[in-house]
C-alpha cells in the first residue's frame, strides 16, 4: 500500500478528476438547459433539445454525487468549512439541482403550454444557478475565503452571502457559464438536426469567444491584482491534519508560482484558450461532418480540462485559502483523513470507478442517434 504522502496526493489527483468528469457529464446536460430557451422555439423542438440528454441525465449526476461523498470522506475540514462558508450558495444550489428532475420527468406528461413552458424554465433555473454558483465558488477560493480555527478546531466564517459577488467572482462565474454552454451547443450539434443544430452553432460560436475573453481576463486579474497564498514554512506532508501550524504569507502573483516553477504547466491555460477558440472555428463551419462535430466536442471537453486544471495547478497545495488568518488555511497535506481511511477509499475507488466509466460508455454507445422531430413525434407518448 502508499505511504501517507503518497495516499493525500493521489486523493488529491482523484478528487479533481471526479470534478472533471462531472463538469463534462453532467455540464453537458447544464449546457443542454440553459440553451433549451434560445435554439428550440417550437414545443416539439424543446422535446428534441431534452430527449438529446433524457436517456442519461440521471447517471451523469453520479459523478457529482461521488465527488461530494469523497469531498467528505477524504477532506472533512475542507467539507464541513466549505459548508459553513458558503451554505446559503449551497443551499441555493441545491434547490436548483432538485428542478431539474422534476422538469426532465414531469414536463411532458400534460399537454398544456402552459404547463411545459413553466417546466422549461425550471429546467433553465436549475442548470444555471448552480453553473454559476459553482464559478463564482471557485473565484472565492482564488481570493481566499474568511474563516479561522479556535483550539477546538471550530471554524469560524467571518464573511456574508453578498461579499461573495465581487467583481473577480463574477468573471469567474461567467467563465463557468460560458463554459458549460460551448459545452452543451457542441452537444447539441452533435445530437440533432435542422434549425436545432444550427441556432446551437451559432450560439456555441458566440459563448466560446466570450469564454475564451473571460478566462483571459481573469488570468491577468491573477498575476497583476489578485492577492496569492504561499507556504513560508516547513510542511510535514506525512503528518496527521493540523492546519493551524504552518506559516503562510500572501502576495500578488503567487497564485502563478507553480507555473514559473514548471514552465510545462503553462501548457494548461492554454490549453483552455486555444481549445474553445477552435470549437468556434469548427462551429463556423458551413458544412460538418459528424466527425468534425465529435471533434468539437472532443475540444470542449479538453477545453473543460483545461481551465479546471489550471484553477488546481495554480492552488496547489492550497484547497481553501483563508484570507482572514492565512495560517490556518487548509491544504491538501493537512486537512484530510487518517492514513487508514484514504487507504481503504482508495480501494473501494479503484474496483468501482472503472465499473462507473464502462457502463457510462456502454449507455452512450447504446443511445447513441440523432434525434430528429420525426422521431418525438413518432414516440410522442413514450419520449420526453
Not at 425550471?122 to 475565503?145: C, D, E, H, K, R
Not at 456555441?204 to 473571460?214: C, E, T
Not at 506532508?237 to 503567487?254: F, L, N, R, S, W
Amino acid at each position: 500500500m502508499f505511504d501517507y504522502e503518497t495516499l493525500k496526493f493521489l486523493w488529491w489527483c482523484i478528487i479533481g478528476f471526479l470534478f472533471i468528469a462531472f463538469a463534462i457529464t453532467d455540464g453537458m446536460d447544464m449546457g443542454v438547459g440553459g440553451l433549451l430557451p434560445f435554439v428550440a422555439k417550437k414545443d416539439v423542438e424543446r422535446r428534441v433539445v431534452i430527449n438529446t440528454v433524457g436517456a442519461h441525465w440521471d447517471g451523469n449526476q453520479v459523478w457529482f454525487i461521488t465527488a461530494g461523498a469523497s469531498l467528505f470522506a477524504a477532506w472533512p475540514l475542507v467539507y464541513a468549512t466549505a459548508f459553513s462558508g458558503f451554505y446559503f450558495a449551497m443551499m441555493l444550489t441545491l434547490f436548483c439541482l432538485f428542478l431539474r428532475p422534476l422538469a426532465f420527468d414531469y414536463r411532458s406528461k400534460i399537454e398544456s403550454p402552459r404547463w411545459r413552458d413553466n417546466w422549461d424554465k425550471a429546467l433553465f433555473v436549475g442548470s444555471m444557478v448552480p453553473t454559476l454558483v459553482f464559478g463564482i465558488a471557485f473565484g472565492n477560493l482564488l481570493q481566499g475565503v474568511p474563516f479561522n480555527f479556535d483550539s477546538l478546531m471550530r471554524v469560524t466564517y467571518t464573511g456574508s452571502f453578498f461579499a461573495l459577488f465581487n467583481p473577480f467572482a463574477l468573471l469567474t462565474g461567467v467563465v463557468s457559464v460560458t463554459m458549460i454552454l460551448m459545452h452543451g451547443s457542441t452537444w447539441l450539434v452533435m445530437r440533432t438536426d435542422a434549425d436545432v443544430a444550427q441556432r446551437s452553432a451559432n450560439i456555441g460560436r458566440i459563448v466560446s469567444v466570450v469564454l475564451i475573453l473571460a478566462f483571459a481576463l481573469a488570468g491577468v486579474m491573477i498575476w497583476q491584482s489578485i492577492t496569492g497564498y504561499l507556504v513560508a514554512s516547513n510542511l510535514d506532508t506525512m503528518g496527521q491534519a493540523q492546519p493551524t501550524t504552518k506559516e503562510v504569507i500572501t502576495a500578488v502573483g503567487t497564485w502563478l508560482n507553480n507555473y514559473n516553477d514548471t514552465p510545462l504547466l503553462w501548457l494548461l491555460p492554454i490549453t483552455g484558450i486555444t481549445m474553445p477558440l477552435l470549437v468556434a472555428l469548427l462551429l463556423s463551419k458551413k458544412s460538418k461532418t459528424m466527425s468534425v462535430k465529435v471533434i468539437a466536442f472532443l475540444a470542449s471537453s479538453l477545453a473543460i480540462v483545461g481551465i479546471i486544471l489550471t484553477a488546481g495547478i495554480a492552488m496547489f497545495p492550497f484547497i481553501m485559502p483563508s484570507s482572514s488568518q492565512p495560517n490556518h488555511s487548509l491544504l491538501m497535506w493537512d486537512a484530510v483523513s487518517s492514513e487508514g481511511t484514504l487507504g481503504v477509499m482508495l480501494v473501494v475507488v479503484a474496483i468501482f470507478t472503472p465499473i462507473i466509466i464502462g457502463y457510462t460508455f456502454w449507455c452512450y454507445k447504446k443511445m447513441w442517434r440523432t434525434v430528429t422531430i420525426a422521431e418525438i413525434e413518432q414516440n410522442n407518448h413514450s419520449a420526453y
